[in-house]
């Protein structure tokens, strides 16, 4: 990674470099910068919309979304559809156009 060959494949085709190994900066990793000046964030364009919403400590997937299994931190496996307690939970689960499955970590808050 340290390497100008890695430092181009991360710039590709572009014609003015994004990226650029300069010497005693981040132990000569590529770092981001254009023109003299530094990226300091990248913009979203459009909010993306939940896919689960938690409600009366049931998660509840989004329309297009399917629940494929929910495991709390011990690696139980819990029910879908049913109310659980609070803590921290290891959800996949798969939307319509998707084809491989997402896992995602889900907290019900106690009220």
Request: net charge positive; proline share 5%.
């Amino acid at each position: 990674m340290r390497s100008q060959e890695f430092t181009d494949k991360l710039n590709g085709d572009r014609a003015e470099y994004v990226w650029r190994r300069l010497v005693g900066v981040n132990d000569e990793l590529p770092v981001p910068c254009g023109e003299g000046e530094v990226i300091t964030h990248i913009a979203q364009t459009a909010a993306a919309k939940p896919v689960l919403n938690i409600a009366d400590g049931r998660i509840v997937p989004s329309e297009g979304v399917r629940l494929l299994a929910i495991h709390d931190v011990a690696g139980r496996r819990c029910a879908t559809s049913g109310k659980l307690p609070a803590g921290i939970y290891i959800v996949t689960l798969m939307s319509a156009e998707s084809k491989t499955p997402l896992t995602v970590k889900v907290m019900i808050k106690i009220k």
